[in-house]
């Protein structure tokens, strides 16, 4: 026990004062008027004892007054956790009910999801508290929500916790768990101060719930009134699902040429035991793609899919990925993917010698793009194409140096592939040369034991290395396991530091150069990729594919402008951007499964489809008055893979945060308020004054009886 004002028990002093008024104010025995001195010395003893009887009783009483008085000013606090549950179970609350309402919450058990038992459990706990308390609800997956929402009473509560649903974000219930603890920082209700405080978390306990290093790195204040935290346990015992967690391209890639394969690469795992199931992907107007899946339990498994392009037209493509057997969670049964075709690029070749560059354009049309083959005579108009490579060229004129600059301010591609001695560096030193290439050609270098690509030293990051990365990853690629070696090569003098992509591991001269215009970009080459004899590299060896990804990687950097787009986002982790594009539409929809509704661009001409709150292929139509739809972009939404690990968070992990028995498993028998600790202390004051009333009033009544006069004979 402690007292919030110990000096007030000084006042104890005070029980001394009815000892002194009784010695003071001692009433004197009658004095009777009976002859027969027998009774009165009878009498008179009888009347002594009752006068001490009562005098010693009134005194007991009235020292117990004040000592109780002086106790009450003093505010004696109980910190018995037992008496103090007891006598407070009747005590209005102040209480937060934070709710994981995130997809896996969606897990159904019969016919009932988890959020359904959140919701059964958090009614029940509020069923056995006085109605008189302040309640807070907080959907952790909407906390814009939050900041609107205030303590209400316990039948606005009951309407909350009844309208929760499931969301396809992926939010850790610790995040509201934070801004509960922080909205009971900040509350200042002046009426609310003294209640109790609690915190209570409905969540399944899965590992995408739990982020402990947020909660832990949240500040406290040291005057800050206890909360106590509990974290109410709904999810399944044993959880079975076969899920498909992810779908995405090889290289990241979004955008692909017509005639390419397009590899889908899809992700299954399994939880709780081994699944087989087939996997099905299916586009309008196509005949459904299928492959049969084994994963094992705990484990995943990928499965590639190479969509033919042959018969897809160029634009927007969309994929649903399916996986045909129901189960307990049914949101990661199906995903969806968007991807794009664009019509083959066209690209340049200019070349002094064209039957030794003919293989290198030739390679250029096996990678599905289209090519023109020409001497720098010959160029014509160069707006036509997307990209020029300029091969084994010895001296292009100032002509052509201002043709190229005027090319890439425009937005194109331009790449310089070097010759042999035959070429002459100063025809790459002109005014116009200077502004465009990263570096400046200085002399041959020659390696016996061959240059190769120090990987370690160069720029992975660079997103020219995009497709080198998606190879390094994939794994047993020749020219990865065994670098290509450049017995020959040209020394550069870069224009910055910055413009080196790939350097060798010859003194980390450079091997790959680029520069970036304010609409388009250069790529340099350091050995020639034409055919020459002697070869300068072993880079075209028919054992090797290293010319061929060479030319892949400079062609695709060039004219990945259209590749940027981005098609497929994820709840939670990035909403939907989309341009409304180039030509204006007085209105402008988005829909998917046939239901639509109207948007707005900002100043940007951007959309943010931050409100859209279900997965799926979506669409977005631009339309003018008396004219058909037309179809703006097409991208694809879907619930974060992370949401399908049913893995739980282990009790001691969450209870050493939360504190000891914090967790309650859902099986518990006892009523759920039991499970409240109320371990802040009781304050006695107002039992005190009530028995202090008591006393007074028994005291009155004694006092009365015991002094009062009677009426005379």
Request: hydrophobic content about 45%; glycine content about 6%.
């Amino acid at each position: 026990m402690t007292f919030v004002y110990p000096l007030l028990l000084g006042g104890l002093l005070l029980a001394g004062l009815p000892v002194l008024l009784h010695f003071l104010n001692r009433q004197k025995p009658k004095t009777l008027l009976f002859p027969a001195f027998r009774f009165l010395v009878q009498k008179r003893q009888s009347n002594t004892r009752n006068l001490r009887l009562r005098h010693l009783l009134l005194l007991l009483l009235r020292i117990g007054l004040i000592a109780l008085v002086c106790l009450a000013l003093a505010r004696p606090r109980l910190f018995q956790e037992q008496l103090a549950g007891l006598l407070d179970r009747e005590r209005p609350v102040a209480m937060i009910f934070v709710f994981d309402t995130t997809p896996s919450m969606g897990y159904k058990v019969g016919e009932q999801t988890r959020l359904d038992l959140a919701r059964q459990r958090a009614l029940e706990l509020l069923d056995q508290l006085p109605a008189d308390g302040r309640f807070l609800v907080l959907d952790a997956a909407d906390l814009a929500s939050a900041e609107r929402e205030d303590f209400a009473s316990a039948d606005k509560a009951r309407q909350r916790i009844q309208s929760l649903v499931v969301r396809p974000e992926s939010v850790p219930v610790t995040t509201g768990l934070i801004k509960a603890l922080d909205r009971f920082d900040a509350w200042d209700d002046p009426l609310a101060q003294n209640l109790p405080r609690f915190v209570c978390v409905f969540s399944d306990r899965t590992r995408p719930a739990w982020d402990g290093v947020a909660l832990r790195k949240r500040p406290t204040k040291e005057d800050a009134i206890q909360v106590q935290t509990l974290f109410f346990d709904v999810g399944a015992a044993e959880p079975i699902d076969f899920a498909i967690t992810q779908a995405d391209f090889s290289g990241d890639r979004q955008s692909f040429l017509q005639g390419e394969k397009v590899p889908l690469r899809v992700v299954v795992s399994a939880t709780g035991k081994s699944a087989a199931g087939a996997i099905q992907i299916k586009m309008a107007g196509r005949k459904p793609l299928e492959q049969a899946v084994t994963v094992a339990a705990g484990e995943q498994q990928a499965v590639t899919f190479d969509i033919d392009t042959d018969k897809l037209g160029a634009g927007f493509n969309q994929v649903e990925i399916v996986e045909p057997t129901a189960d307990a969670l049914a949101f990661n049964n199906r995903r969806f993917v968007t991807f794009k075709i664009q019509e083959r690029p066209k690209i340049l070749v200019l070349a002094d010698d064209l039957p030794r560059s003919k293989r290198f354009a030739t390679s250029l049309e096996d990678l599905v793009y289209t090519v023109d083959h020409k001497t720098p005579k010959d160029a014509g108009n160069l707006g036509q194409y997307q990209a020029v490579f300029l091969v084994s060229v010895a001296v292009p004129d100032e002509a052509l140096w201002q043709e190229l600059k005027s090319f890439v301010d425009a937005g194109g591609g331009l790449a310089v592939v070097p010759g042999g001695e035959e070429m002459q560096p100063k025809g790459y030193r002109s005014e116009h040369a200077k502004k465009l290439l990263p570096g400046e050609y200085v002399g041959v270098v020659e390696s016996k034991q061959g240059a190769v690509w120090d990987v370690l030293q160069s720029n992975l990051a660079h997103s020219f290395m995009q497709p080198f990365r998606a190879w390094a990853q994939r794994g047993s690629i020749e020219f990865i396991d065994e670098p290509r070696r450049a017995f020959k090569y040209w020394a550069v003098k870069p224009i910055n530091s910055q413009a080196v992509v790939v350097v060798y591991d010859d003194n980390a001269r450079p091997a790959v150069l680029e520069r970036q215009l304010a609409n388009g970009k250069i790529v340099m080459l350091t050995t020639p990729l034409d055919e020459r004899t002697p070869e300068w590299n072993n880079y075209g060896d028919k054992l090797t594919t290293f010319r061929l990804a060479l030319t892949l990687m400079c062609a695709r950097h060039l004219c990945s402008e259209a590749q940027k787009q981005s098609l497929n986002f994820e709840f939670g982790v990035q909403p939907p951007r989309v341009a409304k594009g180039i030509k204006p539409f007085a209105k402008y929809s988005v829909g998917a499964d046939q239901s639509t509704e109207d948007i707005t661009f900002d100043g940007q001409g951007r959309w943010r489809g931050d409100r859209l709150m279900k997965a799926g292929n979506y669409t977005i139509w631009g339309t003018n008055p008396d004219q058909p739809a037309e179809v703006v972009a097409k991208f694809s939404l879907n619930t974060p893979g992370s949401e399908s690990d049913l893995t739980h968070v282990p009790r001691e992990e969450i209870e050493a945060m939360l504190g000891k028995d914090a967790v309650i498993a859902q099986d518990r028998k006892t009523p759920l308020s039991e499970a409240l600790n109320w371990n802040e202390p009781l304050e006695l004051f107002p039992w005190l004054m009530i028995s202090i009333l008591f006393l007074l009033a028994f005291e009155n009544l004694l006092a009365n009886r015991f002094y009062r006069q009677e009426a005379p004979a």
